[in-house]
């Protein structure tokens, strides 16, 4: 199934993303350990919502999930 390019997000939703706790801080905690591609797929992901901000219900992926 092909990803779904981004639907607009809403400024308050990037604010609130881009004031999340930093991964930095993440990765110094007791849920940071793992195998190294674990850690690989948590710094995308975390890349990927500084990048996007949280979805709103505007957005057709999420408001069907």
């Known amino acids: 199934m092909p ?3 981004p639907a607009p997000q809403p400024e308050r939703a990037r604010g609130f993303a881009r004031r999340a706790l930093p991964f930095a801080y993440f990765e110094r905690s007791a849920h940071a350990g793992g195998p190294q591609p674990v850690a690989e797929a948590r710094a995308r992901a975390h890349a990927r919502l500084q990048e996007l ?3 709103s ?3 057709e992926a999420w408001k069907y999930t």
């Open 3 to 5: 990803t779904p390019s």
């Open 53 to 55: 901000g949280l979805p």
């Open 57 to 59: 219900t505007k957005s």
